[in-house]
């Protein structure tokens, strides 16, 4: 897997940590996001910086080199039979996270997370092309 789709909970975790493995990953991969994750990531701005490991000039370089090595999509690219199949899975799960799993299936690749109750409810209804940020550190 060299593409996939990242939701707004792996991309606050990369922007807290800051660790440099994410400037290998995000060099080496492709990742893509919905332009929702925008919202996600304004409306907890202020913890991630307060939560941030890195002091405040690193912390903006490196959420610089987050930010332009991930591609943004914007919503009126999903087709609608796309979002209403996207709906379909996850309606009993979150509303909000709609537009990652619309994008993993008109991407057709996979959605990292790491939103626990996502993965299980995606995965209990048969959608398999969704894996734990974590499990993929792991096998990198």
């Known amino acids: ?3 996939a789709v990242v939701d707004a909970n792996v991309l606050m975790s990369m922007l807290i940590s800051g660790k440099a493995i994410y400037k290998t990953l995000l060099s080496d991969y492709t990742f893509f996001s919905s ?3 925008f919202i996600e990531i304004e409306k907890y701005q202020r913890i991630i910086k307060q939560k941030s490991r890195l002091e405040a000039d690193s912390f903006q370089q490196f959420s610089y080199f987050v930010f332009t090595h991930v591609h943004f999509m914007p919503g009126y690219l999903i087709d609608n039979d796309i979002n209403n199949k996207a709906f379909q899975l996850v309606h009993d799960i ?4 709609i537009s990652y ?3 993993a299936l008109q991407l057709d690749i996979p959605l990292l997370t790491r939103d626990v109750p996502l993965y299980a409810g995606l995965r209990k209804k048969g959608f398999r092309k969704v894996e734990m940020f974590d499990v993929f550190l792991r096998n990198v």
């Open 35 to 37: 332009d929702f994750a």
């Open 101 to 103: 799993v619309a994008l």
């Open 94 to 97: 979150d509303v909000k996270d």
């Open 1 to 3: 897997m060299r593409d």
